[in-house]
């Protein structure tokens, strides 16, 4: 007997690694979809509603005409002629000579062009660009309005085209919400922070912009509800998503969400509930039928998991993850050669 299971002791070590081997490859491919909008902002249309006194001249001089005709260049992505505008607008003392600066700043990092965004903030400041570029100098910075709108500049800008020093990025950006009011500083200082996994910060940040804005808060309240649970706190993500539903019951997104954090609470039967609504609310929600795909899988409900990623494909024929995850399917329900086939497909789409 004792030569017996010498002589298969190593087959069955084998097998028991393969085994744990599938279970942890198995968890972590059920990476579910999170929802989450809320993306650098680059428009500034909440500016010029909060500011119509400062920007709206007393009377139609030349300056001003050529200041709206920058800002409906701008708008058309026509970034030269916007800034041509501005610089004859900037002559004229009529017009705030400040918020030219800031819109020939943003067509430059519309334009990807940073040295010159720091040449017209040099400009603005009477400072050297050498300084511009130091966080000390944000840190101990004059709160003006040109500072303000300066290192914001400076900071999205950083962000977008020239990540580099991490240090000047969070020192500008933060420098932008010593404006209480300015949404967008609050905006993308949070976005900032979600991205290097500041989360705390970001919900902070969030919380502001969403008292200075409420008509995003149904964007606001999904992400919200996203980070509260990178964060480690499902209890409060948990309340957003229901302040969601609440205020908006027929956005698919916010059920999408929700039914994932029931999936990773490991609640399941509530996670396919929920992503069920999701996907009546929006049958063409991919994340939503790509996570109800995922939570089958988990149960090894494979044929519903099959339907599930098979549903997402003809929603979108080059959905890259649900071929991924529908040849996993396959594997695991035992077709083979269809695995290949999806895994194949898979793999083209995302070269």
């Not at 000579?97 to 800031?102: A, D, G, K, S, V």
């Not at 010593?178 to 900032?192: Q, T």
């Not at 990773?264 to 049958?283: F, P, Q």
Request: glycine share 4%.
């Amino acid at each position: 007997m004792n030569k017996i299971i010498k002589k298969f002791l190593p087959v069955l070590l084998l097998f028991l690694i393969m085994v744990s081997w599938s279970r942890v490859t198995t968890a972590q491919e059920l990476q579910l979809r999170e929802i989450c909008y809320l993306d650098y902002r680059t428009d500034f249309a909440s500016l010029l509603e909060k500011n119509k006194d400062s920007l709206f001249p007393s009377s139609s001089t030349l300056g001003a005409v050529h200041f709206y005709r920058g800002l409906s260049y701008l708008e058309q992505s026509m970034f030269h002629q916007a800034i041509k505008d501005f610089r004859i607008a900037r002559t004229d003392s009529s017009v705030s000579r400040t918020f030219c600066n800031f819109y020939i700043g943003v067509a430059f990092m519309l334009l990807k062009e940073s040295d010159s965004i720091l040449k017209i903030c040099s400009e603005a400041l009477n400072v050297p660009t050498s300084q511009l570029k130091s966080p000390e100098f944000w840190q101990n910075a004059p709160i003006t309005q040109d500072h303000i709108f300066s290192g914001y500049l400076i900071g999205t800008n950083e962000v977008l085209n020239n990540i580099t020093d991490t240090n000047l990025i969070d020192a500008c950006l933060n420098f932008g919400t010593k404006d209480r009011d300015f949404l967008e500083a609050y905006i993308n200082y949070g976005v900032w922070n979600f991205q290097i996994g500041q989360f705390n910060k970001t919900i902070d940040l969030y919380q502001h912009a969403l008292e200075l804005e409420p008509a995003y808060d149904s964007t606001i309240i999904l992400c919200m509800g996203y980070v509260y649970r990178l964060a480690g706190d499902p209890d409060q993500s948990m309340k957003a998503y229901i302040l969601l539903k609440s205020k908006y019951p027929k956005f698919a997104e916010g059920y999408n969400n929700r039914g994932c954090l029931y999936a990773y609470l490991e609640k399941d039967k509530k996670a396919v509930s929920t992503l069920t609504t999701a996907i009546r609310k929006d049958k063409t929600l991919l994340d939503a039928l790509c996570n109800r795909g995922l939570v089958y899988l988990k149960l090894k409900k494979y044929n519903q998991a099959f339907d599930d990623f098979s549903a997402a494909i003809q929603v979108d024929s080059k959905f890259a993850d649900a071929y991924y995850y529908r040849g996993f399917t396959r594997k695991a329900m035992g077709d083979l050669p269809g695995s290949i086939t999806d895994y194949s497909r898979a793999i083209d789409l995302k070269k």
